[in-house]
């Protein structure tokens, strides 16, 4: 084995070797230790390092084992090792060198500072010496001075107290005079220890001077402790006082208890203190002569004086902590009750801050005489009660208002106070709901962005109750809107209808006001409040996510849109209805088999353009203007129509036999079904949709009400008359007019089919009565410039 197969570890500890045989002070030890070391290993013929290396012996394994190439490896390796081991033996010896010159620098000084501190030390000695020397003859000639000088201080001592039993009674009677009590008792107290050894020999009358003045002392204090004009601190001073003169006080306790529950009634929130909390403390600060700002002051004040107490009666009662606990709690309890009893009124955000910030600041008073009581904790759960009040109160509140700016069109229409615009009733009603519920949300946000601690850990609970209020608000706004609406099909008497009888012009209005106020919240409220709510109302989680989202607003969208459709159809019904007992009551009126010849447009006519005209005046207040289709120009002139089909003319010219009857029916039948006009279509949010459908219902009624009369030929001749003459009108104001014509061809029709002699009117006759009916409408309702 070579050297160069020797590993790093070897080499290394070769060299460590080496340096140590160097600066080694005992050779022996060196050898030994070399020898203890090479006899733990394996001795090797190549181990150069043993002691027993044979360098003869080594060269010629080297020379056989290696060619010449290895061997000049090999000579350059140990040259350079050589070389470094040649290096590190230098560095040693330079740092060793520094080390030495070092410590003989070192040791030079210390010779040359110790030099002369011998004999310093000698003098020092000298010098204590002397001191003490004369310490003791200073000792020795005051000794008999110093036990005489004690000896006069203890009796002067000794004297002032003496003096002091004798003035005792004296004082105690200042003391009385005064009523500083709290001095009496310190003097006493301060005698007893005297009185107790010499109270019976040397100090008999002074002891009974003392006991008797301190029994008077005793008895103001009770008296005082039970006084309802003294103070609470007073109080307490007085029980504390006692319980230093061993008066037995535990006997006082249920009577000290009630004293103080007693005197919770000053400590609950006045009227005038909590509005006085709502008012800026700036102007208070200004006013501080406004006998007004008196209030919270004492409020503070007395609380501070219970908060005292508490402290006082822990000391002189330890077992009362749970009834003080009680106490403090009823306190905070009575706080809230007032404040709930606040929050029913209309207040603003910033009124409720004010007084949470009073029972806030009572809360950390009490809490830091009693900790135990936990009284944040607790104020915290019935604040939760509080806030949820002022939620449901404030939203209590807007629907109020929402109501008001709804139902101000009825009432005033009602108690006659001129005409109230259903537009105005419209615009209020938008500004209600959506400034109403915008002004609400920042009322809400200045709660929880205020940094009262107590609102501050009901942050999360204060977002999920605005949430969840929103959506309660709008399912009972829905309610609401329902209930002002008449409820199902129904209107409530005491607003001046029933089922069956003529609908209100006011509630009619009301009803359409209702249907847009709904179509206003799904479209334009609603995506403004869900923005709001998501910018300054997120978070939450008090409610669990297991419960859902507390604010659902496709869910609020999806009941307006329903109730808006609703309230819509439920206007067209409540107008239709009014005008079907006017058709009702004509026809039903007359005995039309007796009808004598129509010489001019029966004033139904009148009444019922009037009642599509009051009709139109509401929508175009709330409802916008829609496109008008299926106009025909034919049907413009008064007769034109009823000449405008050769096969109608064909029917209304045939005998009043049952055969010209029975085609009459087939022709109308036929004409059905090759026309297939859709009559009734999807009611729009327009003006000319709402009349028009309005309309179309009006005429299936007197539909049905022709066809349950038997007309003779004169009353069949005015049925043509009115029903020629409304065409006109009628198409100008619907946007269907193909269907319109439809359904007036159809009355004449159903009369012509339900007249024992279907003879109609010539159209020169026809358009005279017309003419003659119009003429008599301007001249009474002339147009002005």
Sequence with gaps: MGVDDVPLDDKAKRMRDLLSSFYSPDPSMSSSSDTTSSSSKRTTLDDINSSSFDPDQYMNLLVHKSNLERLLQRHVEMAAEIKNLDTDLQMLVYENYNKFISATDTIKRMNSNIVGMESNMEQLLEKIMSVQSRSDGVN??????????????????????????????????????????????????????????????????????????????????????????????????????????????????????????????????????????????????????????????????????????????????????????????????????????????????????????????DVLLMDEVLHEAALPNYSLEAAKVAVKQYVASTFSHLLHDISDSLTEVHVK??????????????????????????????????????????????????????????????????????????????????????????????????????????VFIEQTAIPKITEEIAASFSGGGARGYEHGPAFVPGEICRIFRSAGEKFLHLYINMRTQRISLLLKKRFTTPNWVKH???????????????ELEATGCEVKQILPEGLRRHRR??????????????????????????????????????????????????????????????????????????????????????????????????????EDQAVIDFLLDEVIVNASERCLDPIPLEPPILDRLIQAKLAKTRHQNPVTP
């Design 140 to 361: 020795t000639s005051l000794f008999e001075k110093r036990e005489h000088v004690e000896k006069l201080h203890r009796t002067r001592n000794l004297l002032r107290k003496v003096q002091f039993i004798y003035d005792l009674p004296a004082r105690l009677g200042k003391c009385i005079k005064s009523e500083a009590y709290a001095d009496a008792v310190r003097f006493y107290t301060g005698a007893m220890p005297i009185f107790k050894a010499y109270g019976d020999s040397s100090f008999q009358d002074c002891k009974r001077a003392s006991e008797e003045a301190m029994a008077i002392i005793i008895k103001n204090l009770e008296g005082k402790l039970f006084s309802d004009s003294e103070s609470i601190q007073a109080r307490a001073e007085a029980a504390v006082l006692l319980k230093k003169l061993d008066f037995p006080v535990e006997s006082l306790k249920a009577r000290l208890l009630d004293k103080l529950a007693q005197s919770l009634a000053d400590l609950q929130l006045k009227t005038e203190e909590i509005s006085n909390a709502s008012v800026d403390p700036k102007d208070l600060s200004q006013e501080e002569s406004n006998p007004g700002s008196a209030p919270a002051a004492t409020h503070e004040a007395s609380v501070r004086e219970f908060a005292e107490a508490i402290r006082a009666y822990r000391i002189i009662f330890p077992d009362s902590e749970s009834q003080l606990i009680k106490l403090s709690q009823g306190v905070v309890t009575k706080h809230f009750e007032a404040v709930e009893e606040y929050v029913k009124k209309r207040i603003c955000s910033t009124d409720l801050l004010h007084v949470l910030r009073i029972i806030w600041t």
């Design 413 to 518: 229409q009602k108690e006659g106070v001129g005409e109230y615009s259903l537009q105005t009733a419209l615009e209020a009603s938008k500004r209600a709901v959506l400034q109403g519920s915008m002004d609400v949300l920042v009322d809400f946000r200045q709660i929880i962005e205020d940094n009262l601690e107590l609102l501050v850990q009901l942050k999360p609970l204060i977002i999920d109750l605005v949430q969840e209020g929103f959506q309660d608000f709008f399912g009972a706004l829905d309610d609401h809107f329902l209930l002002l609406s008449g409820g199902n099909n129904a209107v409530s008497q005491d607003q001046g209808f029933v089922e069956g009888t003529q609908v209100d012009k006011a509630f009619a209005g009301l009803v359409l006001v209702l249907a847009q106020v709904s």
């Design 596 to 610: 004598k010849e129509p010489r001019e447009v029966h004033m139904f006519v009148d009444l019922f353009l009037q």
């Design 633 to 734: 120009n034919d049907s413009n002139g008064s007769t034109n129509s009823s000449r405008s089909n050769p096969l109608r003319e064909e029917k209304l010219s045939r005998s009043s036999t049952q055969r010209a009857r029975s085609q009459l029916l087939e022709t109308h039948l036929a004409k059905l079904f090759k026309q297939k006009i859709e009559i009734f279509t999807k009611v729009e949010y327009t003006q000319e949709s709402v009349v028009t459908t309005i309309v179309k219902l009006c005429l299936k009624s007197l539909q049905e009400f022709v066809r349950l009369q038997t007309f003779n030929r004169s009353g069949f001749q005015q049925i043509q008359l009115d029903i020629q003459f409304l065409r006109t009108p009628v198409k100008e104001i619907v």
